[in-house]
């Protein structure tokens, strides 16, 4: 907690000492910023995709509705990006949606189970990606370059987040930790 105090704290000082009358000069497009999740009403199908600029401070809602004509699902539950693409996990949609992090273009879609409830995603080599499920308490295992989900391995009931660490180990986790080892 104390971190990240220092690291607001730094920020602030640098933001304060900049002059926001020099002009500036770009060449380029770039956007700095961060994917807000708004989860949304249980049943409704509402959850959202929102995207705070860094440099504007601007808000901009619901950008994947916007930009690909649909809504999101139900319950958006968590967002890991990998390379240039984002996959948002929806969990009681049963779906995890990929979208390119310049364009927010929908990239494709990826079909879990019924009664899934996926939770979280975890790239655990170059083309494969761990996902907790929560309704029938499993790992699927997921082919990031053609996006079938072919595997499912059993997972403690209570475990709804993965960790994973140095390329060897990953851990689901709840209330206690256990390890997996890759070979």
Sequence with gaps: MFKYLKIFI???LAYSCSDPTAPTK???LSVSGAFILNEGNWGVSNGSLSFYDFETQNVQNNIFKNVNGRDLGDIVHSMTIIDSLGYIVVNTSNKIEIISIKTWKSKGTIEMPAFSSPRNLVQVGGEKAYVTNLGTSTISIINLADFPSRV???LAPTRKRLWYSMGKRMWPTADMVAAIRFR
Excluded: Y
Aim: proline share 11%; hydrophobic share 45%; no cysteine.
């Design 10 to 12: 730094l920020m602030a």
């Design 26 to 28: 770009k060449t380029e």
């Design 152 to 154: 499912r391995l059993p």
